[in-house]
């Protein structure tokens, strides 16, 4: 019989029934730390007390209108985020992928109004995500995700990121955008050098392209920076972001500057539920949280012990471990046996994480945490890593 839950996911058997901080708690009562955070949303772990409230005060009140009419909460929030960011304005969505597509009908209707409606490709990175929308697949370009679907949407360009002559050499007349993820996430971790995204900023501005940052994962503090790009000294030109920012609430948006989005008028674009009075009230929240004097401070602190932490482990289990990757707390361990056996390990062990490209596993862990849970899950994958490796003498006796 065909499963009435469509197969499209691997899951594991476990589910969980609640949730506490950075730990998880499954229907058998087993408890989990979880360095998974949702795939990088729950930032804040789960069940916090302020997003709680939020929700819960807001869910009393009420709960959609559409955007029909006035939403004070997206008024608000758009204003908190403009203000301390390099955008000018900002589409509220549901999800990533959405807050992606907002992003690249933005390029292209902004060539379009600047009179070159021939300007509509989209140049994109091998080893990205973007999502799993037809567009999404066909900037990604991740060959598995796209077989079976048709042909692929037309206007999205992949070429090998790196590379900056190879990018300027795939610039076209044809060429609107350059899209790209400042760390590929999903891709396996990959940092892209600071002087490859500085040097597309320059391209983008030399050949009147707009420069699109997806910080759907690396925003909301995971990099310890609020966002990627304020690592860089330069600013994209339109940044969707979605994950965090919610806190596990689905919240996604579209940040541009008045430049970028000036193609944008009434009735060029919109959604049912992006924006509603639930996901704005949490998302201020969340904001408010992120935002206090000594959050960031604290990711990146925690971010340095859990990586200088995890160099001892790769240390002690070189046949495991190969290379650790990532920035802040987006971080990738590069693995010499199958990834989803180590994430399996990790788990029978109380560990959460999450796999990716490139037989990398990622630690994502709430940006919460604190030196315990470290030594805590530097505990557990030592245990994961020791699954893999041969007895010793004395504990095979
Ligand atoms: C997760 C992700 C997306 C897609 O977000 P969804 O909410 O799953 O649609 C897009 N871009 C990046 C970089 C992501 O990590």
Request: with cysteine.
């Amino acid at each position: 019989m065909f499963p009435s839950l469509l197969p499209t996911y691997n899951r594991t058997e476990v589910a969980f029934v609640r949730g506490e901080g950075p730990y998880l708690f499954a229907e058998d009562g087993q408890r989990y730390l979880d360095f998974g955070a949702g795939i990088a949303v729950n930032a804040f772990g789960h069940a916090h007390p302020k997003l709680v409230a939020a929700l819960t005060e807001q869910a009393g009140k009420l709960w959609h209108t559409s955007n029909l009419y006035r939403v004070p909460g997206q008024e608000i929030l758009s204003k908190r985020l403009t203000d301390i960011t390099f955008a000018d304005t900002v589409f509220f969505t549901n999800s990533g992928v959405e807050a992606c597509e907002c992003a690249w009908k933005m390029a292209r209707r902004y060539q379009y109004v600047s009179g070159h409606p021939e300007r509509f490709r989209i140049l994109c990175f091998e080893g990205a995500f973007h999502g799993r929308t037809l567009s999404a697949i066909a900037a990604g370009g991740n060959p598995k995700y796209l077989e079976g679907f048709g042909p692929k949407v037309d206007g999205f360009d992949s070429i090998p990121a790196g590379d900056l002559k190879g990018v300027e050499k795939s610039i076209t007349p044809e060429t609107a955008a350059i899209l790209v993820e400042p760390v590929q996430g999903e891709g396996g971790v990959r940092v892209l050098a600071p002087e490859f995204l500085r040097g597309l900023r320059k391209l983008c501005d030399e050949h009147g392209l707009l420069l699109i940052f997806d910080e759907v994962q690396t925003g909301i503090g995971r990099t310890g920076k609020l966002f990627a790009y304020e690592w860089l000294g330069i600013a994209p030109d339109i940044m969707p972001i979605a994950k965090a920012i919610g806190g596990g609430y689905p919240v996604g948006a579209c940040l541009a500057t008045a430049e970028a989005a000036k193609g944008m008028t009434a009735g060029t674009h919109g959604t049912t539920f992006g924006g509603n009075p639930l996901g704005m009230a949490v998302a201020m929240a969340a904001l408010d949280l992120v935002l206090a004097p000594d959050f960031l401070p604290h990711v990146q602190a925690i971010a340095g012990y859990l990586q200088q932490q995890l160099g001892v482990l790769l240390a002690e289990h070189p046949r495991v471990f190969e290379e650790i990757r990532g920035q802040g707390l987006l971080i990738g361990l590069k693995l010499k046996v199958p990834n989803t056996e180590f994430v399996a390990a990790a788990r029978r062990a109380g560990l959460l994480v999450v796999g990716a490209g490139d037989n990398v596993v990622r630690l994502l862990p709430p940006l919460i945490i604190e030196e315990a849970q470290v030594r805590e899950a530097m505990a557990m994958l030592s245990a994961a890593a020791k699954s893999f490796e041969p007895k010793t003498k004395i504990e095979a006796a």
